[in-house]
């Protein structure tokens, strides 16, 4: 089946630094994939959709600035949290389109900043 | 823009029992697509069960089906002979139908506990 996977895991980062979290498909390509964040308890909210070899399309509301999204190869996207803060501790989860619209998920990435 | 609903923050189910989670959604378009994710403690997002919004017919994946009311707009998910395994976040997601790659909506999600 379509897997996909997210490194790393978990992240502690300092405040003011920049952290970068990975998603991969692993025996699919991938045009197009999606970048949510989800407190606790809380639902999954997009905040980019990605796609190979263009810019990411960012929601309202998701500084493009602060949340670098590069979508270099069919099986790599990335999500660079720039200059982070507390207030940007969550966790992170991608899916990645396959052949058909379906999405197969990442198994996500808490991030801490501290 | 397209919102969906779950009014039910936590449901309660004993083992080999049947329990019905709800779902409502709106929309202005008509062609779209409707799921049923499971995230379990492992935060992992699982797909339980899908369905056309043009098909008529209710989809099922063995002990999971949906009662999806199209004029209603309403897409509940009923699941059947309840186990441990069942305990989970539940989300219900709506997708618009473009012929590629779609963004997902999602609802606020059901914490499901099966209790012995």
């Known amino acids: 089946g379509a897997v996909v996977s997210q490194h790393p895991s978990r992240v502690i980062c300092k405040s003011g630094t920049s952290v970068k979290i990975e998603c991969r498909s692993l025996?699919?390509?991938?045009?197009?994939m999606f970048w949510y964040r989800q407190f606790p308890k809380k639902s999954l909210m997009l905040m980019a959709t990605?796609?190979?070899?263009?810019?990411?399309?960012?929601e309202q509301g998701v500084e493009k600035d602060k949340f670098l999204i590069n979508h270099a190869s069919l099986t790599l996207s990335t999500l660079t949290v720039t200059s982070a803060h507390p207030e940007d501790s969550s966790f992170y989860i991608c899916?990645?389109?396959?052949?058909?619209?379906?999405?197969?998920f990442g198994p996500g990435t808490r991030l801490t900043v501290t | 823009a397209q919102t969906v609903t779950q009014s039910q923050p936590e449901m309660s189910v004993q083992e080999a029992e049947t329990v019905t989670l709800s779902c409502t959604y709106d929309?202005?378009?008509?062609?779209?697509?409707l799921f049923w994710y499971k995230q379990p403690p492992s935060r992992q997002m699982i797909l339980v069960i899908r369905?056309?919004?043009?098909?008529?017919q209710n989809a099922t994946e063995n002990r999971f089906s949906v009662n999806f009311q199209k004029a209603a707009k309403s897409f509940s998910l009923k699941i059947s002979d309840s186990q441990l395994g069942d305990t989970a976040m539940y989300f219900c997601?709506?997708?618009?139908?473009?012929?590629?790659?779609?963004?997902?909506?999602f609802g606020t999600g059901t914490r499901l506990q099966v209790t012995l």
């Open positions: 929309t202005s378009e008509s062609n779209y697509y």
């Open positions: 025996d699919f390509q991938a045009t197009t």
């Open positions: 369905q056309e919004a043009y098909k008529q």
């Open positions: 997601a709506f997708m618009k139908n473009t012929g590629t790659a779609s963004k997902l909506t």
């Open positions: 990605s796609n190979e070899g263009s810019k990411a399309t960012y």
């Open positions: 899916s990645a389109v396959g052949s058909g619209d379906e999405q197969y």
